[in-house]
């Protein structure tokens, strides 16, 4: 079991910043990837950036390259969001998720419960 929570989200005024983080307990060592996904409303889940456990690899969804960092400790306990010059568009809840990958019997992923982020224009 992966326990993982959220912190950071907030209103912001468009162009502000804001920095997310997550901090993972319990099966760690299982860890192989983390990720932040967010959902607007009335919208899919969607995939904003992804780091492996040790943080050399890196990946983002194009509407937030150059603009968010995704960032870890190396060792599957927390994950951090940078993100810069928010924009309305980036309004949506923020969902932690890690992949579970080194242990056979974990589920495929495990979520945070969410942290919203809302930009006013």
């Known amino acids: 079991q992966v326990q993982l929570r959220e912190s950071g989200g907030g209103s912001v005024q468009g162009g502000a910043s804001l920095n997310l983080t997550c901090s993972a307990n319990?099966?760690?060592?299982?860890?192989?990837?983390m990720a932040w996904y967010r959902q607007a409303p009335g919208k899919d889940r969607e995939l904003v950036a992804v780091?492996?456990?040790?943080?050399?690899?890196?990946a983002y969804v194009d509407s937030v390259k150059g603009r968010f960092t995704i960032s870890t400790d190396g060792g599957g306990n927390w994950v951090h969001l940078q993100m810069t010059n928010l924009k309305p568009e980036d309004t949506a809840v923020y969902y932690c998720?890690?992949?579970?990958?080194?242990?056979?019997?974990?589920?495929?992923?495990?979520w945070g419960q969410g942290t919203q982020v809302s930009v006013s224009s």
């Open positions: 780091i492996n456990k040790s943080g050399g690899s890196t």
């Open positions: 319990g099966d760690t060592l299982c860890i192989t990837a």
């Open positions: 998720n890690v992949e579970p990958r080194l242990c056979p019997r974990a589920p495929a992923f495990y």
